[in-house]
């Protein structure tokens, strides 16, 4: 059992000052009501944690926090834990970093950010206050949930004191395109990016914000990633997508509360006559106010038969009032709604009713319940948890028209769904909704709302936290596997008992580091010495098992008493003989293949390809990263279809895709070797693709160690090329365990 704590820049509390009394009162939001409705709803479950901690800063002096904090010991679900940073430093970090630079850019509106150093300094310096705050309460085994854009930089500076914990970290707007993260200066993003690579799993709303993130952080930090699974400082960490819910019963129930019906009942006998659109949002530029209003324009004087018929309730709540954009952007708003009055008020009727103020929770169901069309349509958001309400509450009618650049657009695809900048297309999907039979109303609200209520607030929360638990579970067997000292020594015992040794070496990325071209990867005089040393033991035979042609070999390696394999196996040195060819099938097959490679470098700036006597290769390794790697994809694509009902195979490898001859592999050429040597102990390592052949045909009968991160058939791991060296040494004469830096 554990504890969990949440940490968010806000607490979901207020404080509320009047002459007489300090009281305390609950903040809206989505993360609050998320969590809030997570809690309630499994207040009598068999919980995983003994605790539940919530951190984040709060509004008030100490001595403020001392008069009200009754009111949140009153709460059975969940222990506050307050930060009082100071309200200069807070201004930088909030109004200043937060929401001037890091809100705009990931929203998509890169002209109004501001880069602004001294609001970066405080960003920096409150995200440190939250990391101390939350090391002065952790206790082993928690588990550290850090929720959004304000506080990225926590789960490293939480990494670097706690390197076992388990920490998660979720996203809850846009994550954007590299091309606009790479606006941040050089310095801020390669931070951000590598705070929230401090966590074990980092959760946003959508595929696309997940791949957004990948992107960046590979061509930012250059990490390895393989599908979802980031390899980064010798760590396995998840980045995958968890579509906020809502309390869905919450508001199915609210459907029969008194207080709402009533309101509701009201509501309908105000508009009788009329039909009801509305809109909730807070003031925010990204919200599409603006172009909402005049997509409403638009349809009443495209559809002048609606005028008097429709009645559009705007209610904006405040937000950010300090920040001057978020100061310009009402009264732009306020300019819009009466300009659309002034032209098509009557005497009985009026089109826009806009209340600039909070909604109570019964008001904003018995709205719900009431409207005829939902209007959803803001420039940017991350998911739009009003779009998944309207629909939750709607009981036998309701239409939803919702914006395509909102989270929500992928899971509620039954709505009408508009682009919010075209005003035309918002027109026209109003007058669509006004007229839609009920009986196709109905049909989409069914499929939404069974959706909404089987992935609700509840399931979100206890799915993140699950493959969180799973994520740090593979961790701790990535390091079971890691190949440490002890197991090392256990391997060194045997080689010395052996009377024969067999030892498998690739050489790209193993004895040798990846260079630019193939040809500059030239073996280091420490590495020949090495080799030979290993081969001139009576009892060893030492292989180079390679995906290399073999005149390489043969000028790099030819004069050590050593046995070589080419080209995965195409051909075989014995030690002391000659090089005999495995296969005997004409290369004509190339001049098929060498087109469509050719084709490949010209659509890819810095791919080469390399031919050898059995084999094609195409290499991107010095390529744009993702660019490289979308080619490859297509290429691999091509080369498929072109060898279907051919004795040829493609291998993808690091950064390579080979085309050879079906069944010349490292597996079955270890398999061979193995078999002419006939050792009692054997030891394979490679870092590739074309390795697992030999870790999987080896696995039950030799030492096999993987280099480098990744899925892997080996048994053991090994971080990094610069580890191969010393290990192979041990070979040779065993040393003390800190001179090798194993763990």
Request: with cysteine.
């Amino acid at each position: 059992m554990s504890r969990l704590i949440i940490i968010s820049s806000r607490l979901p509390y207020s404080i509320d000052k009047t002459d007489e009394n300090i009281t305390l009162r609950q903040s809206s939001g989505g993360l609050v009501s998320a969590l809030k409705s997570f809690f309630e709803n499994t207040r009598d479950q068999q919980d995983h944690y003994t605790e539940k901690i919530w951190i984040g800063s709060l509004d008030a002096s100490v001595e403020e926090w001392e008069t009200a904090k009754d009111d949140a010991d009153d709460n059975q679900d969940f222990r506050v834990e307050p930060i009082f940073v100071d309200p200069e430093l807070y201004e930088g970090f909030y109004n200043g970093f937060s929401n001037s630079t890091l809100w705009p850019l990931f929203h998509y509106f890169p002209s109004i950010v501001q880069y602004d150093k001294n609001s970066y300094s405080s960003y920096i310096k409150v995200n440190e206050q939250f990391a101390e705050k939350i090391l002065n309460i952790y206790q082993k085994g928690d588990v550290i949930w850090v929720h959004d854009y304000q506080l990225m930089l926590v789960p490293k500076l939480l990494r670097d004191k706690l390197p076992e914990a388990t920490i998660g970290f979720f996203l809850h707007i846009p994550f954007p395109s590299y091309e606009l993260v790479r606006l941040l200066p050089t310095a801020w993003k390669k931070q951000i990016l590598e705070g929230m690579l401090g966590a074990d799993l980092i959760g946003f709303h959508t595929h696309d914000y997940v791949q957004h993130f990948i992107q960046s952080a590979k061509m930012i930090l250059q990490v390895e990633n393989q599908f979802n699974t980031i390899h980064y400082n010798n760590r396995v960490i998840k980045a995958d997508l968890f579509p906020i819910g809502i309390d869905y019963k919450k508001f199915r129930n609210a459907i029969s509360d008194k207080v709402v019906v009533a309101i509701n009942q009201s509501l309908e006998d105000r508009f009788s006559e009329q039909k009801i659109l509305f809109s909730v949002d807070r003031l925010d530029y990204t919200k599409g106010l603006n172009y909402r209003l005049k997509g409403f324009e638009e349809f009443l004087e495209k559809y002048p038969e609606w005028i008097g018929k429709v009645v559009f309730i705007l209610n904006v709540i405040p937000s950010r009032d300090l920040i001057p954009a978020y100061i310009e952007r009402k009264r732009e708003i306020e300019e819009k709604v009466s300009t659309i009055n002034g032209r098509y008020s009557t005497l009985h009727w009026q089109p826009l009713i806009y209340r600039f103020n909070h909604l109570a929770f019964d008001e904003l169901c018995a709205l719900y319940q009431t409207a005829d069309v939902a209007l959803i349509t803001p420039l940017r958001d991350g998911m739009n948890l009003v779009a998944k309400e309207y629909v939750a509450s709607c009981l036998d009618k309701g239409v939803l028209i919702l914006s395509e650049l909102t989270g929500a657009a992928s899971e509620l695809n039954e709505a009408i769904i508009v682009n919010p900048t075209d005003t035309e297309e918002v027109a026209d999907a109003i007058a669509e909704a006004l007229l839609m039979p009920l009986i196709e109303q109905r049909s989409r609200l069914s499929y939404m709302q069974r959706r909404l209520s089987q992935y609700d607030v509840v399931k979100w929360i206890s799915d993140f936290l699950d493959v969180l638990n799973s994520t740090k579970e593979e961790q701790r067997q990535q390091r079971v596997n890691l190949l440490n000292y002890e197991t090392m020594a256990q391997i060194t015992q045997q080689y010395v008992q052996a009377n024969k040794r067999c030892i498998l070496l690739d050489y790209d990325g193993t004895l040798a580091p990846y260079q630019k071209l193939p040809s500059m990867a030239v073996p280091a005089s420490e590495i020949i010495d090495l080799l030979n040393d290993l081969c001139s033991i009576e009892q060893n035979e030492v292989v180079i098992i390679s995906g290399r042609d073999v005149d390489s070999l043969d000028k790099w390696l030819g004069k050590l008493p050593i046995n070589l394999v080419a080209e995965h196996g195409a051909c075989i040195k014995y030690k002391g003989g000659d090089w005999q060819q495995q296969v005997t099938t004409s290369p004509e097959w190339k001049d098929e293949i060498r087109p469509l490679m050719e084709l490949f470098v010209t659509r890819c700036v810095g791919s080469f390809i390399e031919e050898k006597g059995n084999t094609l290769a195409w290499h991107y390794r010095n390529t744009h990263p993702d660019l490289g790697f979308i080619r490859s994809r297509d290429l691999r694509n091509s080369l498929l279809q072109l060898i279907t009902n051919t004795p040829l195979q493609v291998i993808d490898g690091n950064k390579v895709l080979e085309v050879r001859l079906a069944g010349i592999d490292k597996g079955a050429t270890a398999l061979k070797l193995i078999k002419q040597f006939q050792p009692d102990f054997t030891f394979c390592i490679g870092d590739d693709t074309t390795d697992e052949d030999m870790f999987r045909v080896l696995r039950d009968t030799a030492f096999t160690v993987r280099v480098g991160g990744g899925n892997t058939a080996a048994k053991y791991t090994l971080s990094s090329q610069q580890q191969v060296y010393p290990l192979l040494q041990k070979f040779l004469a065993p040393a003390p365990k800190e001179e090798y830096g194993y763990s």
